[in-house]
């Protein structure tokens, strides 16, 4: 499966915000994540990170979803929220065309929360449902976006994989 990355933004910001928020730090990493997305704006961030940690709570329960029709009721609830004042296609910056949830006069909080809303949305179309999630290791909170070819992947990282693995050997015996 080949996903298109300009598609991507949204889907990729939503998983930074939840791993931020679950973080040591979580201002300095929605900054971080805001400047890697190239969100426009970002300087208001200090005004905003409360609402920005609620609104990634919501988020997180998109990635833990059971199944596909659990993410898409999740999705309609922040749609609800994010994308309330209409769906609109842009070529801004010379970009091909795309979708935007909310107009570029929104403050931060309303196009953060409405590109994370849509990008999910456009992303559970393409992907038919699944291919978001939250890392399987025990006592890790990090969720994750599967761009892989099969769609297989269970783990934030690596890592986390590796040490699971070491964990469950132990364990058995
Ligand atoms: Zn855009
Ligand atoms: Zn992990």
Not at 91 to 96: P, Q, R, S, Y
Not at 132 to 150: K, T
Request: aromatic share 6%; with cysteine.
């Amino acid at each position: 499966m080949q996903f298109n990355h300009d598609n991507m933004t949204g889907v990729l910001l939503a998983a930074d915000l939840v791993n931020a928020a679950s973080s040591g730090d979580p201002a300095e990493r929605i900054g971080e994540a805001f400047e890697r997305h190239e969100i426009r704006g970002r300087d208001a961030l200090p005004s905003f990170v409360g609402e920005l940690l609620d609104w990634a709570m919501h988020l997180r329960g998109v990635f833990e979803g059971l199944d596909a029709r659990a993410r898409c009721e999740k999705v309609n609830a922040l749609l609800e929220i994010g994308a309330s004042r209409g769906v609109y296609l842009t070529t801004h910056d010379g970009l091909d065309p795309h979708l935007h949830f909310a107009p570029e006069s929104d403050n931060l909080l309303a196009r953060v929360r409405a590109v994370t809303a849509g990008g999910l949305a456009i992303f559970l179309t393409e992907s038919r449902g699944v291919r978001l999630g939250a890392c399987a290791r025990g006592g890790c909170e990090q969720v994750f976006v599967d761009v892989g070819r099969n769609a297989t992947r269970r783990y934030c990282s690596p890592r986390c994989g590796n040490n699971d693995a070491v964990d469950r050997h132990r364990r058995r015996s």
